[in-house]
């Protein structure tokens, strides 16, 4: 079973800083996936990525497969980003399979 | 994007008693459907998968008398959990597979008294 490690745990910062979320996997990966989750519980999927980078307005993710790591990105930041950022992976080996997830990086800006 | 529903969002029961709560992919056909359940302060933890028209399977540690899951459409799967007990209060997420990624639901609160 894979073995999802987020840092940091925690994380505090002062709104326009940048901000990167870092996640290191155990096995081999179908895709992985960032997600954001806000304090009612409900989730937003950020990213999808298996390889390579992708970038969404002031969000970037990149992954790096040999290393088994990804992180997030956050440009200039803004109060409104806090929240509990999720890396979760889908297993190799083909199938519907269900995510494995990090504990989450509970992200807070402050203005 | 696409959406996927919950119903209901939260609900509030008393022990012994049974909770049916509905995964819906509004716009899109969802051959498999995803059931996550969340204690607090935890990740993320994947209880079952649901492919439509079959038996869904569940992951280790996760009775499936218990929670009984049905999938009877592309667009419909639904989490019972049956006679309900207060360790079983959790945040219950359903995600569903389109042809490529997972969208998820916005998850239901379930609180047993």
């Known amino acids: 079973k894979n073995e999802v490690e987020q840092s940091p745990q925690n994380l505090t910062a002062q709104e326009g800083e940048f901000i990167t979320i870092n996640c290191s996997y155990s096995v081999g990966i179908s895709a992985l996936h960032w997600l954001q989750q806000h304090p009612g519980g409900g989730i937003v999927s950020l990213f999808m990525?298996?390889?390579g980078k992708k970038k969404h307005g002031r969000l970037i993710a990149t992954i790096n497969i040999q290393e088994k790591h990804s992180s997030l990105h956050i440009t200039a930041s803004h109060p409104r980003d806090s929240a509990v950022y999720i890396c979760a992976v889908g297993n190799s080996g083909g199938g519907a399979d269900g995510l494995t997830f990090g504990k989450g990086t509970h992200l807070i800006i402050q203005p | 994007g696409a959406v996927v529903s919950q119903h209901p969002s939260r609900v509030i029961c008393k022990s012994g008693t049974s909770v049916k709560i509905e995964c819906r992919s509004l716009?899109?056909?969802?051959?498999?459907m995803f059931w996550y359940r969340q204690f607090p302060k935890q990740s993320l933890m994947l209880m079952a998968t649901?492919?439509?028209?079959?038996?869904?399977?569940?992951e280790q540690g996760v009775e499936k008398d218990k929670f009984l899951i049905n999938h009877a459409s592309l667009t419909l799967s639904t989490l019972t959990v049956t006679s309900a007990h207060p360790e079983d209060s959790s945040f219950y997420i359903c995600?569903?597979?389109?042809?490529?990624?997972?969208?998820f639901g916005p998850g239901t609160r379930l609180t047993v008294l």
């Open positions: 649901s492919n439509e028209g079959s038996k869904a399977t569940y």
């Open positions: 995600s569903a597979r389109g042809r490529s990624e997972q969208f």
């Open positions: 990525l298996s390889s």
């Open positions: 716009d899109f056909q969802a051959t498999t």
